[in-house]
């Protein structure tokens, strides 16, 4: 990883460890006895700008747009959280290729993602008052990438698993309007009504990075004997786990409260993530823009 | 405390992925273009030692050719003719403009005229799928063509084809000219000639730098496949245009006493390609393992030699003398 940011976090995560040590035994039995608890089930759409590169087959990188959707159950509190969540993403890819002075060559690849994201979260007090709250805690976030480029002849489909284990840390500010506000807009005069709002803020950082990449040189020699041959078998004989690499996700999220308890919210989500694996690297990152409705289910 | 995590997120929130990996590597220049290729072949092609290769004197030879201001049509060429003394036809440098290819096919003697056997043995011969069929010699013998390893077939038109001959002395299976396709239809091919589960050879993949370095044995199986089995003799016909797959099935026949190789040795094509890209966009492939048999020969790549040697003549084109050879055989 680049050192420019490499100190930071360190610094960061160290930060929040003490924090969260020295937290546990003061803040646990309070969430029980002094804060509901509200559940939600989201629903979440966004537009997604997914790059990625894979040394085994290309020093070039893939660029391109698409679509993801992901629903999550959630559990919040002003003193914990929790969130369990299942997406999806597809999207077209197309390589950037030098511009060439004869005939221009481009290649095209289908590119699809499975998530899995499960994250508890605990406030800590010391960075939290009235209008703040801070959270920390950690997150598993499982990814399986399925690319398809026939440019690449035998080697046309590719597959990831990138695995992570992650420090995470969330700041929420409260951005309400408590009070009934008059807007004068020349001809209209528009009274606005007092509403819950929150700005929401997670960062997760990789603590322990996994994937599974493939060997040394990877063909599909299994197919040798065909039917005898498990998809599975078949997709993923040559590749390897390996324990390497960094993964980073930031979300910056609006959330607006509706009267009958639900919530709408509009976020910027970046990640990016290195799997040296053990001979070539795979590299991607996305920006996404995503609508999530959260329904309220239950609150204790 | 608090600025601090506030400053620290936005930094981190701010920055992207261009500050994070290397730099882009596209690029157009030939010199970079070459060494890209040359290392990817280095690193992982499988068959230097097999056809005696000194791949750092290709890129003494190569190389000088280019120059930073080389054109696009310069750097294919010279790629190319690198790549083609490899003599691998699953070595192929792919542009828009044109596709490389070392033609194996040509080095040997054409064996195969379709004209000749639509006209004289199979005039009214059934297509079952990709499969071209009929009976020879007062219907004592069956015949199947099939054409291409690429072509699919279905489990029920492979039962109907084997029924229609199941009273036959023997089959002659015909995939002269078959230059390959998937794997996959090698075993659902051949499992309908096996009698029980058999190994039948072994696939090794390059595992590090040197130019020996290779893992473990992936054993290679065929399984009887299908309703319907045929165990009686069967004659396969292969010539030079036998490639790949075909290799892949002709190694395998090995294995079994009822199946007969009859013509000439195939092209070659042990080797399982991988693909990649150049820095440029072009694309590429070239073979990274090695078929072996049962005893650990790797001489696929040259050719699996015929059981029986036949040639067509091409001074009188009424008669397929494989064929013909073939049938008396099976008699």
């Known amino acids: 990883m680049n050192n420019i940011i490499k100190l930071p976090l360190l610094i960061l995560i160290l930060s929040l460890s003490k924090n969260s040590s020295s937290q546990d035994h003061i803040l646990l039995p309070q969430i029980e006895r002094y804060y509901p608890t509200d559940y939600y089930t989201t629903l979440s759409f966004g537009l997604t700008n997914p790059i990625y590169r894979d040394f085994a087959t290309s020093p070039l990188f893939y660029n391109g747009i698409g679509l993801e959707s992901s629903s999550a159950s959630l559990k919040r509190s002003d003193a914990r959280e929790r969130i369990f969540e299942f997406g999806f993403g597809i999207s077209a890819q197309l390589a950037r290729v030098p511009q060439s002075n004869y005939i221009q060559s481009g290649s095209i690849s289908g590119y699809g993602k499975f998530d899995i994201f499960y994250q508890e979260l605990w406030k800590l007090e010391a960075l939290s008052d009235a209008k703040n709250n801070t959270k920390i805690g950690g997150a598993i976030n499982i990814t399986q990438n399925i690319r398809a480029n026939p440019g690449l002849q035998n080697n046309a489909i590719g597959l990831e698993n990138i695995s992570n284990l992650m420090a995470s840390a969330q700041w929420t500010r409260d951005i309400s309007r408590t009070e009934v506000k008059q807007l004068n807009l020349w001809l209209f005069k528009p009274t606005l009504k007092p509403v819950k709002r929150e700005l929401r803020f997670l960062l997760n950082v990789g603590m322990l990075n996994f994937n599974y990449r493939p060997g040394y040189a990877y063909s599909y020699d299994s197919e040798l004997n065909g039917m005898d041959t498990s998809p599975i078998q078949w997709a993923l004989s040559n590749y390897k786990w390996s324990l390497n690499g960094w993964r980073l996700k930031t979300e910056l999220e609006f959330l607006k409260y509706l009267s009958n308890g639900n919530v709408k919210g509009w976020s910027y989500v970046w990640e990016a993530a290195h799997a040296p694996g053990k001979f070539e690297a795979f590299q991607m990152a996305s920006h996404q823009l995503k609508y999530t409705f959260y329904i309220h289910s239950e609150k204790r | ?331």
């Not at chain 2, 600025?3 to 970079?32: A, R």
């Not at chain 2, 033609?103 to 990709?130: C, E, F």
């Not at chain 2, 690429?150 to 492979?158: E, G, P, V």
């Not at chain 2, 893992?215 to 036998?242: A, C, M, R, W």
């Open chain 2, 1 to 331: 405390m608090k600025n601090l995590l506030l400053i620290l997120s936005i930094l981190i929130f701010s920055s992207c992925e261009k500050i994070l990996f290397k730099p882009d590597l596209g690029s157009v220049n030939p010199l970079e273009n070459f060494d890209y290729l040359w290392n990817e072949v280095d690193k992982k092609y499988s068959y230097f030692e097999l056809k005696n290769i000194d791949w750092n004197q290709m890129k003494a030879t190569y190389r000088p050719m280019l120059n930073d201001n080389s054109s696009e049509v310069e750097l294919f060429e010279v790629l190319a003719a690198m790549l083609n003394e490899l003599k691998d036809d699953h070595t192929n440098l792919i542009t828009p403009f044109n596709i490389s290819s070392y033609n194996v096919a040509a080095t040997g003697a054409k064996n195969y005229r379709p004209r000749t056997l639509q006209d004289y043995y199979i005039p009214d011969a059934w297509r079952t799928g990709s499969l071209t069929h009929d009976f020879l010699s007062n219907k004592e013998i069956g015949y199947i063509r099939y054409g291409s390893f690429m072509s699919d077939f279905s489990d029920a038109q492979m039962d109907l084809v084997l029924e229609r001959y199941k009273d036959t002395k023997g089959i002659i299976l015909d995939l002269r000219e078959n230059g390959g396709g998937s794997i996959f239809n090698v075993p659902k091919l051949l499992g309908r000639f096996a009698p029980s589960r058999t190994l039948v050879g072994y696939s090794i993949t390059r595992d590090g730098p040197g130019h020996k370095d290779f893992g473990k044995k992936e054993d290679f199986y065929i399984t009887p496949d299908g309703n319907i089995q045929y165990l009686k003799p069967v004659i396969v016909l292969i010539d030079k245009g036998s490639y790949s797959a075909t290799t892949f099935f002709a190694v395998a026949t090995k294995a079994f006493p009822n199946i007969t190789l009859m013509g000439d040795a195939t092209g070659g094509g042990g080797g399982l390609p991988n693909g990649g890209q150049l820095p440029n966009g072009w694309t590429y492939r070239f073979s990274i393992s090695q078929l072996l048999d049962l005893n650990g020969n790797n001489y696929a790549e040259n050719g699996v030699p015929a059981d029986i040697n036949a040639a067509f003549d091409w001074t009188d084109l009424t008669k397929d003398e494989i064929l013909e050879k073939a049938i008396e055989e099976l008699k």
